[in-house]
């Protein structure tokens, strides 16, 4: 049977692509960001996972507004990486399990969530750019991927408890696949940022902090909160941190809290990595 | 007709991007999100007046995309992703955005998130457990 | 407030705008399940409800299988319908209301409902036909429509009993809109049929009519059979009489039977009208 | 790899449009729905191996197209609704296919279906309160 061996977290911004592409990882602006990947790198290394459930928010290249899924899964061998407008080279094209993903697929429309199938997806730094952070660019990529986007550009937006209870959903959905495949779980995005309007840049460090330590045990903390109260705290762009309820909600009640980093400022954000050792 | 009010409409300085500022927009943001394709964004630079038209921008939408007044187009209702596919090329980061948005220089803007890091290493001490390298 | 005034199913079938378009409606073919729409019609025209939600599945007009969302919400002012290949003159488009389609969306979300929003949709031949059938083919349309469409294509398909349960919130959400609207909710397609496969042609009267005979009061009885048990019984494309329960979920538990009527076979369906007063 | 099981794969002569039947036929019905479009329908009828190219159909999915056999390609996993874009503008109904599945012709077809009619009044009747005109 498939295992879900653990879950990690990463910041997902553009920049981050950009410094890898660019080799300024070790300059000053970077270096303790990209250092504190270090140990989520061992981890990988030393656990070989053989799938990656990335959820990810898309920012408008696969989905536009005529069609906004809440929740929406790939379903395909292959996903493309393409350019986002900005002209950046895309990297090589990952590798799918289509028939894991239509297994999710039944699995979590049973258990009542209105997922969109996707038997295509372009894949926008959202999804690449925590990949490039953890396994390194490749090509091919050393691990099979799983696009698992949420809607959190248009409002509406699903709560932080029903991220929460999609992870619940899609734990119970992996770990009922008669493969043996190890499969960790990857909550890209966040933390507290705003893009837009007279409060652009405001980052919120202890709200931050207090996501973190509460989503390694005890994440139901997060779903006490509205969207809008998660809106003011973390401004209008750091409600991307609800897609870190997906991947704790895959996971079992209490896990090993194996790496904990948090730098700020990353770009206009603050940017936390955790590993959760599922096993 | 009847928009709903929110909560996060109370939010200072925050335009939450919901039914209620898509809607008016859709235009725009369907031109703006055309723009991922190269071959449009040529179309786009060789006559902005035919790429608008072909969009449906009209009025103060198309006034915003011809004279590249990117506040104004947040202001009226483009969605910052889609607006970073015009501006970005263009030179215009989503951090100069914020930073016209705030009226000041985008070197203040940095320099302000710079400050968010201030004593950062003393207060995940203070939590324990992170990494410091 | 808005208040939903009744509800409706009908027969979305390709050959019901063909019948119409060539003036076939009194044809001997034709003649008895057209004429049954005349008490439909009389009701509308007495009622005067102000918008429609057409509770309709896509067949590959605006949906393709990159993107199918289990249940989708039109949020414009306008819909235009589209050639789907055949080469038919599209009707005249069609006037939205994006105000309540957003209320909708909105409280459809704060529900627990994964709707996917869609701020442009081409309509196809399952949310025209009916309204050709019960206001006739016109130009302007006489009220306003909202698409609400439903995944019956791409299995994993929603049970009836989320269907249902969709009905119960989509209900909640009209209701609740505070501008003084009459609505009325139409449940399209259906019934028994299966195009392809060695058993196509199947028409399964016995159980079409004990559908129409629940859906009327008891709508839950529906909801004991799996999709599996469904198209066992009804065919493969017989599982679109599932969407009839979104339109029954959102009346009262008891309602008024206006009109019943059911005809076999039309092209290759059972087709099933019901009109009931919710008021 | 692992495809699941299910109930519905016993409903005999049933070919339920799931994962399994979707994922290897993507690009014949990605060809097929493209179709829609008045533009690529003159371009497939002008030269359709070319058209199979563009899309990425090819071995037996290929032959299938290029040959008009339409229940070769139910059979390979196009989706019935797809498939009718391009037979219908042929000359080959929903019904002929269904026809074709079970080797019978549509006229016969078609007689099966009227005789599901027979006797409906009646049934109407026992049942109560429908209208009959
Ligand atoms: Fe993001
Ligand atoms: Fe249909």
Same mark, same amino acid.
């Given at each position: ?27 000053? #602006?970077?270096?303790?960001? +990209? ?8 981890? $990988?290394?030393?656990?070989?996972? %053989? /799938? /990656? ?9 696969? +989905? +536009?507004? %005529? ?9 395909? !061998?292959? #996903?493309?990486?393409? %350019? ?15 028939? $894991? ?7 979590? /429309? ?13 894949? !926008? ?9 953890? &396994? ?35 734990? =119970?959905?992996?770990?009922? #696949?008669?493969?043996? $495949? ?16 007279? =409060? ?7 709200? %931050? ?11 139901? &903390? ?21 897609? &870190? $309820? ?15 980093? #948090? ?17 | ?20 500022? @898509?809607?008016?927009?859709? @235009? ?106």
């Amino acid at each position: 049977m498939a295992k879900i061996i653990g879950g990690l977290t990463s910041s997902h911004i553009p920049a981050v692509g950009n410094a890898i592409e660019q080799g300024l990882t070790q300059e000053p #602006y970077w270096k303790r960001f +990209f250092d504190g990947y270090a140990p989520a790198k061992a981890w $990988l290394a030393e656990n070989q996972p %053989d /799938v /990656v459930i990335v959820v990810y928010n898309d920012h408008g290249l696969n +989905f +536009f507004l %005529d069609k906004v899924p809440t929740f929406a899964i790939g379903c395909a !061998d292959r #996903y493309e990486n393409a %350019d986002e407008g900005w002209g950046l080279k895309p990297v090589a094209p990952f590798t799918g399990d289509a028939e $894991l993903s239509w297994h999710i697929a039944e699995s979590l /429309v049973e258990q009542e969530f209105d997922i969109c199938t996707c038997q295509e997806i372009k894949v !926008d730094h959202g999804f690449v750019n925590p990949l490039r952070a953890l &396994w390194g660019t490749s090509d091919p990529w050393p691990i099979k991927t799983i696009p698992l986007a949420v809607n959190t550009v248009q409002h509406p937006v699903p709560s932080a408890k029903r991220c929460l209870q999609l992870g619940h959903a899609l734990g =119970r959905a992996i770990e009922s #696949y008669p493969e043996d $495949l190890k499969v960790v779980v990857l909550g890209t995005g966040g933390m507290s940022h705003q893009l837009q309007g007279e =409060r652009a840049g405001i980052i919120n460090v202890e709200f %931050d902090l207090d996501c973190m330590e509460k989503i390694i045990n005890e994440p139901q &903390w997060l779903t006490q909160f509205s969207n809008d109260e998660i809106m003011a705290q973390a401004g209008t762009e750091g409600i991307e941190t609800i897609m &870190w $309820l997906v991947m704790r909600g895959a996971l079992q009640p209490q896990v090993k809290l194996v790496h904990k980093h #948090y730098h700020v400022p990353i770009s206009n954000t603050g940017a936390g990595l955790l590993v959760l050792d599922n096993q | 007709m009847a928009w709903q009010q929110h909560p996060y409409n109370d939010i200072p300085g925050t335009y939450v991007f919901d039914g209620r500022r @898509a809607h008016p927009s859709y @235009a725009i943001n369907k031109l703006l999100f055309s723009l991922n394709d190269a071959e449009n964004r040529t179309a786009f630079e060789t006559d902005a007046e035919a790429y608008c038209q072909r969009f449906g921008v009209e009025g103060v939408y198309r006034e915003a995309v011809l004279s590249n007044d990117f506040l104004g187009m947040l202001r009226l209702g483009a969605n910052i992703y889609y607006l970073a596919k015009m501006a970005v090329p263009r030179g215009v980061s989503v951090q100069d955005a914020g930073a016209a948005f705030q009226g000041i220089s985008t070197e203040e803007f940095q320099r302000n998130l710079l400050q968010k890091g201030q004593g950062l290493e003393s207060i995940l001490e203070a939590k324990g457990g992170y990494w410091h390298g």
